[in-house]
């Protein structure tokens, strides 16, 4: 079991950029691909990017594709989400989670562990 700890997220005007990070501790980090989603509030969780466990091959939800950028460092067990453009619509809790996969994909069933979830807030 991997615990996963997201942080960075914060208040930013439209058009401009945060960078959200996740801390896994545990062994098992490398082993497998890893992902983000967010929540609306009154919304279901929904799928944002994902990465392959050894950082290849992302995935990207329609609505982020050009502005987001995933990545992972496996030497630091750590989990990035570099998010730029940002847009009152991305405001949201974002979530990071491990899948049970080698590579990443966007169904919520394939992600066994997640974190508690940093608040992304942007103004328009």
């Known amino acids: 079991q991997v615990h996963l700890v997201e942080s960075g997220g914060g208040l930013v005007q439209a058009g401009g950029s945060l960078r959200l990070s996740c801390a896994a501790s545990?062994?098992?980090?490398?082993?497998?691909?890893m992902g983000w989603f967010r929540q609306a509030p009154g919304k279901e969780r929904e799928f944002v990017a994902a990465?392959?466990?050894?950082?290849?091959?992302?995935v990207y939800a329609d609505s982020v594709k050009g502005r987001f950028t995933i990545s992972r460092d496996n030497t630091e067990n750590t989990l990035a989400l570099q998010m730029n453009s940002l847009k009152p619509e991305d405001t949201a809790v974002y979530y990071c989670?491990?899948?049970?996969?080698?590579?990443?994909?966007?169904?919520?069933?394939?992600?066994?562990?997640w974190g508690q979830g940093t608040q992304v807030t942007v103004s328009s």
């Open positions: 990465i392959s466990r050894l950082g290849l091959t992302p």
């Open positions: 989670a491990q899948s049970t996969r080698v590579i990443g994909t966007p169904s919520r069933a394939d992600y066994m562990s």
């Open positions: 545990g062994r098992t980090f490398s082993n497998y691909a």
